[in-house]
């Protein structure tokens, strides 16, 4: 017990929150605050994703153009993904397909699945001295179709600045099911600009086309706003723990994302340095971005069967520059 204060609230705790007007209307947000500097937004309507994500008041994150965006307004028709892609710090791709609009096996797939405009069936939270959880439940499930469940944890340390997401996918139905999981972690401005320091140590790195092969030797480095720019995306492999970082000395702030690359076997560097669109993907995942035809193609592609389960789990620390060059 604090005597200094006469509410949690004052330092640390979870607010419910409600949009209202323009195609986000109605959308109920949560604002987490740690009390050390971390504060961030769970979408409940958009798959308990993180919409915002801030320290000491100084953004993290990339928000698109779109804005927020509520389910209502979802086209799941080709790439219509993209006209609801809020992006925010995170956006979930999957349950079943992620990447590239294809169709496999008889079955046509959108753009980067639709789990992550689907809403929380449950959202809760708790809270003690320690740490701040949030449970959600979200069900991609349908008649004579998959029938998958996201249980969702997110889990955030009120003595340091961490978010912690833990993620178990269980199939309902009677038949396996593909699962396609990509964590789009979105870093934008001020964390993101021409002076970051981007740190991913992967033992290999592959461009994913033409485009990316022409920076392939630049993959690290960071462009200002550039008109006309052509994302470029590069493939990392890791060999047991997966980690990525950005840090910028403007700001003297940065994060590190770390998780299992042995299940989270593919990690995704999404350059996109346009005007606007100005956003950095360092995004883990069980799949490659490159839709699930191609997956299944390879061999790769993880599927359950009925009544299996699988855990996902990603965790993201902020860091100064004394951590950052303990890191790098």
């Known amino acids: 017990m604090n005597k200094y204060i006469g509410h949690e609230s004052q330092l640390y705790g979870v607010e419910e929150h409600r949009l209202v007007g323009g195609r986000g209307d109605g959308m109920r947000l949560l604002q987490v605050k740690n009390g050390r500097g971390l504060e961030f937004t769970v979408s409940a309507d958009r798959c308990a994703d993180i919409s915002r994500l801030s320290f000491r008041g100084i953004n993290m994150g990339y928000f698109s153009p779109c804005g927020y965006v509520a389910p209502a307004y979802y086209d799941d028709r080709d790439a219509g993904f993209l006209k609801s892609f809020t992006a925010g710090f995170l956006t979930t791709c999957g349950l079943t397909a992620v990447g590239t609009p294809c169709e496999d096996q008889g079955e046509s797939l959108p753009l980067h699945g639709t789990i992550a405009n689907m809403p929380a069936e449950q959202i809760c939270w708790e809270q003690d001295e320690k740490e701040i959880r949030i449970h959600a439940v979200i069900k991609d499930e349908g008649i004579f179709s998959h029938k998958l469940v996201l249980y969702r944890e997110i889990i955030c340390s009120t003595e340091v600045n961490t978010i912690t997401?833990?993620?178990?996918?269980?199939?309902?139905?009677?038949?396996?099911?593909?699962?396609?999981?990509?964590?789009?972690?979105?870093?934008?401005?001020?964390?993101?600009?021409?002076?970051?320091?981007?740190?991913?140590?992967?033992?290999?790195?592959?461009?994913?086309?033409?485009?990316?092969?022409?920076?392939?030797?630049?993959?690290?480095?960071?462009?200002?706003?550039?008109?006309?720019?052509?994302?470029?995306?590069?493939?990392?492999?890791?060999?047991?723990?997966?980690?990525?970082?950005?840090?910028?000395?403007?700001?003297?702030?940065?994060?590190v994302i770390t998780f299992d690359a042995d299940s989270l076997q593919y990690f995704t560097e999404w350059k996109m340095m346009g005007v606007r669109d100005y956003v950095l993907g360092l995004e883990p995942g069980n799949c490659h971005p490159d839709g699930r035809n191609k997956m299944r193609e390879d061999g790769k592609l993880t599927v359950l069967e009925p009544g299996e389960n699988v855990t996902y789990q990603v965790k993201t620390t902020i860091v100064d520059e004394v951590e950052w060059r303990k890191l790098c």
């Open 165 to 255: 997401i833990k993620d178990r996918i269980v199939n309902r139905g009677d038949t396996e099911s593909p699962v396609m999981v990509l964590y789009h972690m979105n870093m934008g401005y001020p964390l993101l600009s021409e002076k970051a320091k981007v740190y991913i140590p992967s033992c290999r790195v592959m461009a994913r086309n033409e485009r990316a092969k022409e920076g392939i030797e630049t993959w690290r480095q960071m462009l200002p706003p550039t008109p006309g720019f052509e994302e470029q995306c590069y493939f990392h492999k890791f060999e047991g723990k997966g980690v990525a970082g950005i840090y910028n000395p403007d700001i003297g702030q940065g994060l």
